[in-house]
């Protein structure tokens, strides 16, 4: 039986590039050599449109491509360098392209794909992924720049609900300022995510209001309209930005930040009463020093033992035991998910924290007084900010792999293409 193949041999079926016909295939010193040409024998003038097939020269480039069979295969293409026949036309002559050799192209689209898919899919450094597939670095990072700024388009994106957290992604650092005078250079960066999906939006560098304010005023109108909720921490610059910036949007204010604000306060408290006590700091002989950690865990998360431990302390000093008292209202107050409960719980935070005279907790509850709103609509839609964390160990992830990062903008984009969710593997 004859099968038609068309006009398709062995070879070109093996080295498999789509609109390419293998014309040999060599065996050279430096490894295999195989020599391709277009399929098509008539290409279109750029300029003007017109069909051609009259050829002027046939130069040989050499391009990179997947490997075929093994690493040693140099990929040879002859290209043609048509002659415009149109006699209007300006244009005197063109080279043939084709979608997997683009104009200009070095590297075919299908291993400039592998390149972005490898980068994307797992944490690996770009030296590695370069050194793979015998190109440059610079090859690489530009084509991660290109899929970067298509799928990293914020302003096409849809936000309805944004989280907005602050991230330590890199160490305190000094440098010599233009004036002479050593600058410390802002350790923090800002994470902006999308609370729907879990995707990072962006990670800017900078001071907190400012640059939210920057950040969320580059966006256009219709973005900012769109966005209904945003969840971010206690901080009074990001909510007054959120405010100014995002008119329709509520905001909701992250429970873990009011828990750990709550364990400051006792740990406050626990640190002058050792100073009043004893006239010193903690010492590991005081049990309310020694098992410290206790008096800031989830209660229902201590064993029998540690309860029992808990219970000497907090009897041992009044005032531990008072406050220790309030953290748990404070718990309490966010775990409903109901607002009457919500109202009746703060009744009873209110009524302790009244009776005592201890600074500390007025202070919190001055805090919780001002954020009360934003602790309702937290209690109404449980928005937390803990997607972000997730994002935040993978970069701690890539700094390590990438050996650290001197470039904000290389980093950036690696972590948003790592959690684009792009990757098909
Ligand atoms: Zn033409």
């Given at each position: ?5 068309g006009r ?5 079926i093996?080295l498999n ?8 295939v060599?065996q050279?010193l430096?490894?295999?050599?195989v020599?391709v040409?277009p399929?098509e ?14 050829i002027?020269a046939?130069?040989?480039h050499q ?7 093994g690493d040693d295969?140099q990929v040879?293409?002859r290209k043609r360098?048509?002659a415009?026949q ?8 063109f080279?043939q ?5 683009p104009?200009?192209?070095r590297?075919t689209?299908?291993?400039s794909q592998?390149l972005?898919?490898?980068m994307?899919?797992e ?5 590695r992924?370069a050194?793979?597939?015998g ?6 990072m530009?084509r991660l720049?290109?899929v970067?700024?298509l799928?990293?388009?914020v302003d096409?994106?849809f936000?309805?609900?944004l ?6 992604f890199?160490k ?7 004036t002479g005078k ?6 923090w960066?800002?994470?902006?995510t999308d609370?729907d999906?879990?995707?990072i939006l962006d990670?800017?560098?900078?001071r907190r ?5 920057k950040?969320?005023?580059?966006r256009p109108?219709?973005w900012?309209?769109r966005?209904q909720?945003?969840a971010i921490?206690?901080?009074a610059e990001?909510?007054k930005a959120?405010r ?6 509520k905001?909701?204010?992250?429970h873990?930040?009011?828990i ?9 408290v626990?640190?002058?009463?050792s ?12 049990p ?6 206790l008096?800031t ?8 033992k540690?309860?029992e431990r808990?219970?000497l302390i907090?009897?041992?000093?009044p005032?531990?035991?008072v406050?220790y008292?309030?953290k748990?209202h404070?718990?309490?107050?966010l775990k409903?998910a109901?607002?009457?409960?919500f109202q009746?719980?703060?009744?009873v935070?209110e ?5 005592t ?5 007025k ?5 919780l ?12 839609t449980?928005l937390?900010?803990a997607r972000?964390e ?11 792999i ?5 470039n904000?903008?290389h980093?950036?984009?690696?972590i948003l293409?790592?959690t684009a969710?792009l990757?098909?593997?």
């Amino acid at each position: 039986m004859i099968k038609d193949t068309g006009r398709i041999d062995a070879a070109s079926i093996l080295l498999n590039l789509t609109d390419y016909r293998v014309i040999t295939v060599t065996q050279e010193l430096a490894g295999r050599q195989v020599l391709v040409e277009p399929i098509e024998t008539e290409a279109a003038c750029p300029s003007c449109g017109v069909l051609t097939t009259r050829i002027q020269a046939r130069p040989v480039h050499q391009v990179k491509d997947l490997p075929a069979g093994g690493d040693d295969l140099q990929v040879l293409v002859r290209k043609r360098r048509m002659a415009c026949q149109e006699p209007a036309c300006e244009r005197r002559s063109f080279v043939q392209t084709t979608e997997q050799l683009p104009f200009r192209a070095r590297i075919t689209t299908r291993l400039s794909q592998r390149l972005v898919d490898e980068m994307s899919c797992e944490l690996r450094a770009v030296s590695r992924v370069a050194a793979a597939h015998g190109v440059s670095w610079p090859t690489v990072m530009a084509r991660l720049t290109t899929v970067g700024e298509l799928v990293g388009n914020v302003d096409r994106m849809f936000i309805r609900r944004l989280g907005i957290d602050e991230h330590r992604f890199r160490k305190v650092r000094y440098a010599l300022g233009r004036t002479g005078k050593v600058v410390r250079i802002e350790p923090w960066s800002i994470v902006f995510t999308d609370l729907d999906t879990g995707k990072i939006l962006d990670i800017v560098d900078g001071r907190r209001g400012t640059a939210v304010k920057k950040w969320l005023k580059n966006r256009p109108r219709y973005w900012r309209q769109r966005v209904q909720y945003v969840a971010i921490d206690m901080s009074a610059e990001f909510r007054k930005a959120v405010r100014e910036n995002l008119p329709k949007a509520k905001v909701s204010v992250d429970h873990f930040h009011v828990i750990a604000r709550a364990n400051l306060m006792i740990t406050q408290v626990r640190r002058r009463r050792s100073h009043e006590v004893h006239e010193r700091r903690g010492r590991a002989t005081d049990p309310a020093y020694k098992y410290r950690k206790l008096l800031t865990c989830n209660l229902e998360n201590l064993s029998i033992k540690q309860v029992e431990r808990l219970k000497l302390i907090l009897e041992s000093d009044p005032e531990l035991g008072v406050i220790y008292g309030i953290k748990e209202h404070v718990r309490q107050l966010l775990k409903t998910a109901d607002i009457h409960e919500f109202q009746s719980r703060w009744a009873v935070l209110e009524k302790s924290v009244k009776a005592t005279k201890m600074t500390e907790a007025k202070t919190l509850f001055r805090t919780l007084t001002a954020w009360r709103r934003e602790l309702l609509v937290f209690v109404r839609t449980r928005l937390t900010n803990a997607r972000s964390e997730a994002a935040n160990l993978t970069a701690k992830n890539l700094k390590r792999i990438g050996r650290g990062y001197r470039n904000h903008g290389h980093y950036r984009l690696r972590i948003l293409l790592y959690t684009a969710g792009l990757r098909p593997c």
